[in-house]
Nanobody, 117 residues
Framework: QVQLVESGGGLVQAGESLRLSCAAS????????LGWYRQAPGKQRELVAT???????NYADSVKGRFIISRDNAKNTVYLQMNSLKPEDTAEYYC???????????WGQGTQVTVSS
């Protein structure tokens, strides 16, 4: 089992920045990738960014050039630096961990990001 705890959400104005953090605990050696997803009211949950244990990253087109995902393996933590935020970035952001060998996915409880215009 893997536990994920997010932090760092909040209310900001358009153009400002926020950094989300997600600390992983438990069976962390089973994790093959970490990532961030988001879900806005009335919309489906969508991928924002992922990062593998090897450091390969993947971003949604809507956040490329503005968001940066990174991980600190020593702290078992993944970060999402969000710059030039837009009102359309407003959503609940969820941390995700995938354990491919176990065919398991784990989710955090979510953290709200609200961007005012």
């Amino acid at each position: 089992q893997v536990q994920l705890v997010e932090s760092g959400g909040g209310l900001v104005q358009a153009g400002e920045s926020l950094r989300l953090s997600c600390a992983a605990s438990g069976n962390i050696f089973s994790i093959s990738s970490l990532g961030w997803y988001r879900q806005a009211p009335g919309k489906q949950r969508e991928l924002v960014a992922t990062i593998t244990t090897g450091g390969s990253t993947n971003y949604a087109d809507s956040v490329k050039g503005r968001f940066i995902i990174s991980r600190d393996n020593a702290k078992n933590t993944v970060y999402l630096q969000m710059n030039s935020l837009k009102p359309e970035d407003t959503a609940e952001y969820y941390c995700n961990a995938r354990a491919l060998a176990l065919n398991r996915a784990y989710w955090g409880q979510g953290t709200q990001v609200t961007v005012s215009s």
